[in-house]
């Protein structure tokens, strides 16, 4: 998987400036991940954390989900990894493989992506029921900033143990 990561303008409008921050945290997690097998994408952090790029790949899949598509998007659809809804079981990437988490991860980030283009404006609401209040899209693609940047953080130290680099 070949990744491009495109640096954010520096003069741009609030969506496009949003757009481009959250792909370009996007890529940056992809490229963390980048030319690694599937043993090393598994390969867990220090004891007793059993967090792995893979883990978060499948983390950030789920997070993709729910924002986008189960609070803006109002689907009624359940969590890749955990019908239950439990959003822990994305992280035990033991018996998953590269190929399986980054496509259920690039499709999520698709369906995101039209999500986001077809609201109307940044200030379309929608119910986010784990916070019991309304939430902005606006709000949304900011979160997902951030939880993209929290766990790039990760995805340093993971790749540093890995690889003995901490990629890009």
Known sequence: MAVE??????VAGEREMLRAFLD????????KCEGLSDEELRRTSMPPSTLSLLGLVRHMAEVERTWFRRVIGKEDVPLVWSPEGDYQAAYDASGSSGAEAFAAWQAEVEHSRRIERAAESLDVTAYQPRWGEEVSLRLVMLHMMHEYARHNGHADLLREGVYGTVGV
């Open 5 to 10: 990561r495109v640096g954010p303008p520096s």
């Open 24 to 31: 370009f945290h996007r890529a940056t997690l992809a490229l």
